[in-house]
């Protein structure tokens, strides 16, 4: 894998920049990683790498401020954030604020997972601390002179400072043990933390910061505070790993990675038909619009009652356009058949169908929605070009997330995406296709790691 990196990084220095300074190639590769400029002083650095042909340790200094490298983590908070906010919303638009759903794709780049999972495991990253009731109580100097954690935790110089409060709080990643207790000195005034008390907000002791609120299974406030505090996403004391059950969902059957995230569901759940979250996993995922994938060779007997098989009266438009995307289409969102989104959660009923599978009958003889159970009509024909893997046919969402992501097509999708992000450019040319299609090799080949496939891909680019 090494060596293959580092191919890559000697083609796009030597080939691709061979009338840029390597001063030049430094200040391309930072702002493709990041969106932001550099300072002189980390020109100065990243320019000895680049040079010296260490261009891949120069892309990790930058992503993970390494070096002297200072950037508020904008890799993720601005690259990776724009690149992947439009897969949680039905508008597209990178203005929608953080979520679960675009939080965790950026936990999951950071600490290198293997992307090719994400569709399908148990994952949510949410800021981890201790919330106000219960978990921590706040004390003036003299309070905190006699208490035993404080005697403990602060040091002399601190306990003069008479103007502070002093916060004592349970371990974050042990909360329910009284008897693991810190003390430490908060910069918050008393009337900010009543306020917070008032709220039961989260505390994060390491970095003497609140979020206002830990709750990620109704309200999307939890995240939309640690973005408004332009917190670090590198770093994972606000942004860390846990379990989306009882987070989000009350069933281990309805969790599947990020399919199963209150922001997808928000998304493509609320009202409608359960199509949507299919059809956007195949845009988003897969990069294939249902315009793209509509195929009238493929049987219909999974399409539901209201589908009309005579639109304007002929059954030659249904025959020669609508069938093409909903032969499919319905055959797969059966997957979703247990699922509905209401009063800001995503709810799931096992064996309940949603009643909005099956309302608006105009046609009797249509298919009737009665499992989660869904079949891939597309392992043939037209769409076989996406070369799925083994799976085609399952129950349930966290299947046919596994399906999606063992096809060739989400690799490439991926390696297109990040290329697209990083070098500024739709990949059209004969070029780009065959760079993406490097990149896509050398993503599996790294275990499916998406932080080197956006260093491998500024790395192609910097010169151009």
């Known amino acids: ?31 493709s990683l990041t969106g932001v400029t550099p300072t002189a002083a980390e020109l100065d650095m990243l320019m000895v790498k680049v040079s010296s042909l260490n261009t891949q340790s120069a892309a990790l ?11 508020n983590g904008a890799f993720y908070s601005v690259t990776v954030k724009d690149m992947v906010t439009p897969w949680t919303n039905k508008a597209k638009t990178t203005l929608a604020p953080l979520n679960d759903m675009s939080a965790t794709i950026i936990g999951w780049i950071r600490d290198e997972r293997q992307f090719n999972q994400i569709l399908y495991v148990d994952s949510v990253y949410k800021a981890t601390g201790v919330t106000f009731k219960g978990e921590l109580t706040y004390l003036t100097k ?27 709080h349970n371990n974050p990643l042990n909360p329910n043990d009284i008897s693991d207790k810190k003390c430490r000195l908060t910069k918050f005034t008393k009337a900010q933390l009543d306020d917070y008390f008032n709220i039961n907000a989260l505390y994060l002791p390491a970095l003497d910061v609140v979020v206002r609120s830990n709750l990620i299974i109704s309200s999307n406030e ?25 987070k989000i969902h009350q069933y281990p059957a309805a969790i599947s990675g990020l399919l199963s995230t209150r922001a997808y569901g928000v998304a493509y759940l609320y009202a409608g038909t359960n199509r949507a979250p299919v059809a956007f996993a195949m845009e988003h995922f897969l990069c294939r619009s249902m315009e793209s994938l509509n195929d009238t060779t493929i049987p219909d007997y999974r399409n539901r009652r209201d589908v009309d098989r005579s639109p304007g009266g002929t059954s030659e438009i249904y025959k020669n356009r609508c069938v093409g995307c909903h032969a499919g289409l319905d055959a797969l969102s059966g997957a ?17 169908v949603s009643s909005k599978m099956n309302h608006n009958v105009t046609f009797n003889e249509g298919f009737v929605t009665q499992s989660n159970s869904w079949i891939n009509l597309w392992v043939e024909g037209q769409n076989a070009s996406l070369k799925w893997g083994p799976v085609t046919s399952g129950e349930g969402v966290k299947s046919l997330g596994m399906m999606l992501s063992q096809t060739e097509a989400f690799h490439s999708c991926m390696a297109t995406q990040v290329y697209e992000k990083v070098c500024l450019r739709h990949a059209k040319s004969d070029q780009d296709k065959f760079r ?3 990149l896509t090799e050398a993503y599996k080949l790294s275990n499916f790691n998406m932080k080197n496939l956006f260093i491998n891909a500024a790395i192609m680019c910097m010169g151009d």
């Open 1 to 31: 894998m090494k060596s293959l990196i580092l191919l890559l990084a000697l083609v796009a220095t030597t080939s691709y920049g061979q009338d840029k300074t390597p001063r030049q190639l430094a200040r391309k590769l930072y702002v």
């Open 61 to 71: 200094d930058i992503i993970d401020q390494r070096n002297g490298i200072k950037n």
């Open 142 to 168: 003299a309070q905190a002179d006699s208490n035993t954690f404080c005697i403990r935790d602060l040091t002399s110089t601190e306990k003069v400072n008479a103007g502070a409060y002093r916060i004592v």
């Open 222 to 246: 939890h995240y939309e505070s640690i973005s408004d505090q332009g917190l670090d996403l590198s770093d994972p004391r606000v942004l860390a790993h846990t379990s989306q059950e009882m």
């Open 336 to 352: 979703f058949a247990y699922y509905d989104y209401a009063n800001g959660k995503v709810i799931y009923s096992p064996g309940n």
């Open 436 to 438: 993406i299609s490097q």
